[in-house]
Structure formats: C-alpha cells, structure tokens
Nanobody, 115 residues
C-alpha cells in the first residue's frame, strides 16, 4: 500500500512548462510502475507516462518529445516534466502506483493551459 501526493500544477500559458511531483509514502524503488494519468471532466482518464522499477519509460503519442517522466528513489518522488504545453494538455493529472496488479491513486493536481 502507498499514499501519493501530487503537486506542481497550476495555470500556464501555451508553450510554457510545468513540473509535476508525486511524493510517495514509502520506498518506490520496488514499485512495479509509477504512472501519470490525466483526466478531463466527462472523459475517461488517459495514461500519459509510465516508468518501471527498472527505469523503462513509455509515453502516450500525444506527449512524446514534450513530457519526461523520471524518478528519484532517494526522495521517493516521481516527476513529470511538461514542456511546450498546449490547451489540449489541460486536465487533472494523477499519479498512480501499480503494486502487485493493484493501482493506488493520488488526489490529482489541476493543470490549465490558457492565455
């Protein structure tokens, strides 16, 4: 089991950058995968990025080349660096930990891209 707390969301202009953080309540080095999802009101959540315990990463096509997921095991924290943001990136972003085929969700952080 793990508790997750996201931070770093906010309002940013198109073309800008934000870095989201996800602080975990336990050591994350052995967690199967750490993920970032995003959800727009009225729509299903979408996987944005994933990093495995071995360090492998994957990205949704819509964010490839703009977003970077990373993890700092010493700080029990996962990051999502988001560059060249567009209004289409506006959503609530959730950190999700997958442990033994069970997903644990944080409370989410709002990202709004608007001029």
């Amino acid at each position: 089991q793990v508790q997750l707390a996201e931070s770093g969301g906010g309002l940013v202009q198109p073309g800008g950058s934000l870095r989201l953080s996800c602080a975990a309540s336990r050591n994350i080095s052995s967690i199967n995968s750490m993920n970032w999802y995003r959800q727009v009101v009225g729509k299903q959540g979408v996987l944005v990025a994933r990093i495995t315990s071995g360090g492998a990463t994957m990205y949704a096509d819509s964010v490839k080349g703009r977003f970077t997921i990373s993890r700092d095991n010493a700080k029990n924290t996962v990051y999502l660096q988001m560059n060249r943001l567009s209004p289409e990136d506006t959503a609530v972003y959730y950190c999700v930990a997958t442990i033994s085929f069970r997903d644990y969700w944080g409370q989410g952080t709002q990202v709004t891209v608007s001029s």
